[in-house]
């Protein structure tokens, strides 16, 4: 019905940078709100970045000044910039989108399958 898809994870140092894609397709009317979850292992998923259709960001704090959330309207899609990258964002990044379905019109939260982003020291 709604297929959500990351891309763009991998190793880097500490430092470096790195950029996720994500891609929201399918039986799509409209979408809310995209963002960014990362979970390490044995802790919780948490928020990284969200913005909403109209442009309204909001980031964690860990993350504030070092990592910029995009998106294109037209292609249902979100990017996370990440720059000076630490040992502790090392985790699993998962998108997620808010999509009204054509089918229902109701609005659904979708999950991509996640991408490992590991930051060496």
């Known amino acids: 019905q709604v297929q959500v898809v990351e891309s763009g994870g991998g190793l880097v140092q500490a430092g470096g940078s790195l950029r996720l894609s994500c891609a929201a397709s399918?039986?799509?009317?409209?979408?809310?709100?995209m963002g960014w979850y990362r979970q390490a292992p044995g802790k919780q998923r948490d928020l990284v970045a969200i913005?909403?259709?109209?442009?309204?960001?909001n980031y964690a704090d860990s993350v504030k000044g070092r990592f910029t959330i995009s998106r294109d309207n037209a292609k249902n899609t979100v990017s996370l910039q990440m720059n000076s990258l630490k040992p502790e964002d090392t985790a699993v990044y998962y998108c997620?989108?808010?999509?009204?379905?054509?089918?229902?019109?109701?609005?659904?939260?979708?999950w991509g399958q996640g991408t490992q982003v590991t930051v060496s020291s």
């Open positions: 997620k989108a808010a999509v009204e379905v054509t089918t229902t019109y109701r609005l659904n939260d979708y």
């Open positions: 399918g039986s799509i009317f409209s979408v809310n709100a």
């Open positions: 913005i909403t259709s109209a442009g309204s960001t």
